[in-house]
């Protein structure tokens, strides 16, 4: 099956720089890759996600790339802010029929104003 | 429109008992998804239903079942309890069991402690 390795498992910012969390996959079938955010007590939600047939995706202060020869993603959060500290999780799965994602196991990022 | 609604949102257990954790998905949406979150860890995956039918099944022992209602919700069971059971249950629930991650979302979870 799928394994999904997440680094780092912490990562301390100030406020305004940046921040790169990175994970790698095993199976070269996977073709899709979302990033979660989890803030303490609460749900994971869906911030961004990447295709296989694409290199990269932004979203204002987000950005994810993808290579797929390499198998491996990253996540880029620039001008961090105070609210962006909470856990991050990345996942791999195929992108059609039942979806049941891999997950990584997290990077608390902590960002200090 | 309301989300993903689980309960309850804390149990305290003792070990060897029995729990059921309950899930209403989406209004609409007819597929759920459980999974088990340890602290530290990423969510693992237990069980998917689909139109009342399992779907897809994670590597957890048989003490662990699931089923899904005519409305669509959802509960998942742990017999005979284990200190390592101890988590963060979330039910995640889609428009469907085959259209991969569209409307994928999660709920706030379960928390259960075991002692």
């Known amino acids: 099956g799928e394994n999904v390795e997440q680094h780092p498992s912490t990562l301390s910012v100030q406020e305004g720089d940046s921040a790169v969390i990175k994970c790698t996959y095993s199976?070269?079938?996977?073709?899709?890759f979302p990033w979660y955010k989890q803030e303490l007590g609460k749900r994971p939600q869906l911030i961004i996600d990447?295709?296989?047939?694409?290199g990269e995706k932004k979203d204002q202060r987000i950005a994810v790339t993808l290579n797929k020869t390499a198998k491996h993603f990253s996540l880029h959060i620039t001008e961090t802010q105070p609210e962006d500290s909470a856990v991050y999780f990345c996942?791999?799965?195929?992108?059609?029929?039942?979806?049941?994602?891999?997950f990584g196991r997290g990077t608390s990022l902590i960002v200090h104003p | 429109d309301a989300g993903v609604t689980q309960s309850p949102t804390h149990l305290i257990k003792t070990r060897g008992q029995h729990v059921t954790l309950r899930c209403s998905p989406i209004s609409g949406h007819k597929s759920v998804s459980w999974y088990q979150q340890v602290l530290g860890q990423g969510p693992q995956f237990i069980f998917q239903y689909y139109e009342k039918e399992e779907r897809g099944r994670g590597n957890f022992p048989d003490r662990f079942s699931a089923r899904q209602f005519p409305n669509y919700s959802s509960e998942l069971n742990v017999n005979a309890l284990l200190l390592g059971d101890s988590a963060l249950y979330l039910c995640?629930?889609?428009?469907?069991?085959?259209?991969?991650?569209?409307?994928?979302?999660f709920g706030s979870g379960t928390r259960l402690t075991v002692v």
């Open positions: 996942a791999a799965s195929m992108s059609g029929g039942s979806y049941i994602p891999t």
């Open positions: 199976d070269s079938a996977s073709n899709y």
């Open positions: 995640a629930s889609s428009l469907r069991g085959d259209r991969g991650p569209e409307g994928y979302t």
């Open positions: 990447i295709r296989s047939n694409v």
